[in-house]
């Protein structure tokens, strides 16, 4: 049993309808329904490895599918006695899987939703941050409305008042800025109350407006140039401890290659690579990362294998049906010790 302050993750979470058998939207009159959404998905995760987790979100008041999405996250054990309600609706978003040359899809129906309208002070941080030793947030609640996004800077604000250690995944969604502002004006306000950031190549450019000579199409991991754009983030933001940036290699909606590396200010590491050569569902495997990296650089002893941990969760992830990543502490040291053959265990 791991005796650890809790995790506090923050965010919106969905009600999550997927076509079955990687059909497409209404193909069939069918839906599968479960929920999702990034900063859950890290509770849940963190939750699966013995990491106690609370989570923090807004969901509408007297509604049956919000009670029952609180029902789902405590069904994996995470704390949701902090869930705040309001007014607004249910978020929903649709997934078509993709298959081989077909990409994925993802529409948005979340506007109006309870944390769109949220504002700060609608969220007790000082009671949601109790007892924590970490909060983690991204950076797809700022971009759902401008009210959203002084909530997420009232969170990180309380949360370096508390003496919390603050992780933040840029995870830039250009389909969500729409209320007015940019991510590079919102961000970097953000980040400076962090301790660990989470990004890929295009999340550093588009989030910060960082620019790099890493080239984020061609997939080519080129550890002078990554290592060169850490430099540059970490040298704009003297407050972070660790910067981590993931690296997928998309050949097909089927086939990926995934790695990652990371810079905590004195060195900087490169992961080993998976070959990913059968996609069951890729969506929340940058949330595994994170939440492995956040287990690992409380529990392991070196940032190197802080960084091979969170690589292995999330490279697990991609072999599992929806958003949360059904994982314990022994499968992924499984990986990590047995180098992921796939024979049989019995």
């Given at each position: 049993?791991?005796?650890?302050?809790?995790?506090?993750?923050f965010g919106e979470i969905m009600l999550r309808?997927?076509?079955?058998?990687?059909?497409?939207?209404?193909?069939?009159?069918?839906?599968?329904?479960?929920?999702?959404?990034?900063?859950?998905?890290?509770?849940?995760?963190?939750?699966?490895?013995?990491?106690?987790?609370?989570?923090?979100?807004?969901?509408?008041?007297?509604?049956?599918?919000?009670?029952?999405?609180?029902?789902?996250?405590?069904?994996?054990?995470?704390?949701?006695?902090?869930?705040?309600?309001?007014?607004?609706?249910?978020?929903?978003?649709?997934?078509?899987?993709?298959?081989?040359?077909?990409?994925?899809?993802?529409?948005?129906?979340?506007?109006?939703?309870?944390?769109?309208?949220?504002?700060?002070?609608?969220?007790?941080?000082?009671?949601?941050?109790?007892?924590?030793?970490?909060?983690?947030?991204?950076?797809?609640?700022?971009?759902?409305?401008?009210?959203?996004?002084?909530?997420?800077?009232?969170?990180?604000?309380?949360?370096?008042?508390?003496?919390?250690?603050?992780?933040?995944?840029?995870?830039?969604?250009?389909?969500?800025?729409?209320?007015?502002?940019?991510?590079?004006?919102?961000?970097?306000?953000?980040?400076?109350?962090?301790?660990?950031?989470?990004?890929?190549?295009?999340?550093?450019?588009?989030?910060?407006?960082?620019?790099?000579?890493?080239?984020?199409?061609?997939?080519?991991?080129?550890?002078?140039?990554?290592?060169?754009?850490?430099?540059?983030?970490?040298s704009r933001f003297p407050n972070l401890k660790?910067?981590?940036?993931?690296?997928?290699?998309?050949?097909?909606?089927?086939?990926?290659?995934?790695?990652?590396?990371?810079?905590?200010?004195?060195?900087?590491?490169?992961?080993?690579?998976?070959?990913?050569?059968?996609?069951?569902?890729?969506?929340?495997?940058?949330?595994?990362?994170?939440?492995?990296?956040?287990?690992?650089?409380?529990?392991?002893?070196?940032?190197?294998?802080?960084?091979?941990?969170?690589?292995a969760a999330s490279c697990l992830k991609h072999?599992?049906?929806?958003?949360?990543?059904?994982?314990?502490?022994?499968?992924?040291?499984?990986?990590?010790?047995?180098?992921?053959?796939?024979?049989?265990?019995?």
């Open positions: 049993m791991i005796m650890a302050k809790p995790v506090v993750t309808l997927t076509p079955p058998h990687l059909e497409r939207i209404l193909q069939s009159p069918v839906f599968d329904a479960s929920f999702g959404g990034g900063e859950a998905n890290v509770a849940v995760l963190l939750e699966g490895l013995g990491q106690p987790a609370r989570y923090v979100t807004v969901l509408p008041s007297h509604h049956p599918v919000a009670d029952a999405c609180i029902a789902s996250l405590r069904g994996f054990g995470v704390d949701a006695s902090h869930v705040a309600r309001g007014s607004g609706r249910m978020g929903i978003y649709y997934l078509e899987t993709g298959a081989n040359q077909r990409a994925s899809k993802v529409t948005y129906d979340r506007a109006a939703s309870a944390i769109a309208l949220a504002k700060p002070g609608d969220i007790a941080w000082a009671l949601a941050f109790e007892g924590a030793g970490w909060f983690h947030i991204t950076g797809i609640t700022p971009a759902i409305s401008e009210s959203a996004a002084a909530l997420a800077l009232e969170s990180v604000q309380t949360a370096r008042e508390m003496g919390l250690r603050i992780s933040i995944d840029l995870n830039y969604r250009k389909n969500l800025w729409k209320w007015g502002k940019s991510a590079h004006e919102v961000m970097p306000e953000l980040v400076k109350f962090a301790d660990v950031v989470v990004a890929n190549e295009e999340d550093v450019q588009k989030a910060l407006g960082i620019q790099s000579d890493a080239d984020v199409h061609s997939g080519k991991l080129d550890p002078a140039a990554y290592s060169a754009l850490a430099g540059q983030v970490m660790t910067l981590a940036i993931t690296l997928r290699e998309s050949y097909s909606a089927s086939h990926n290659g995934w790695s990652a590396c990371l810079h905590n200010g004195e060195n900087f590491f490169v992961s080993r690579r998976y070959d990913i050569t059968h996609i069951v569902d890729r969506v929340g495997s940058g949330d595994s990362f994170a939440g492995g990296l956040i287990y690992g650089l409380q529990h392991l002893p070196t940032h190197a294998e802080a960084l091979e941990f969170a690589v072999s599992i049906p929806g958003d949360f990543a059904r994982l314990t502490l022994d499968d992924v040291n499984g990986l990590l010790k047995n180098g992921g053959s796939g024979r049989v265990q019995r």
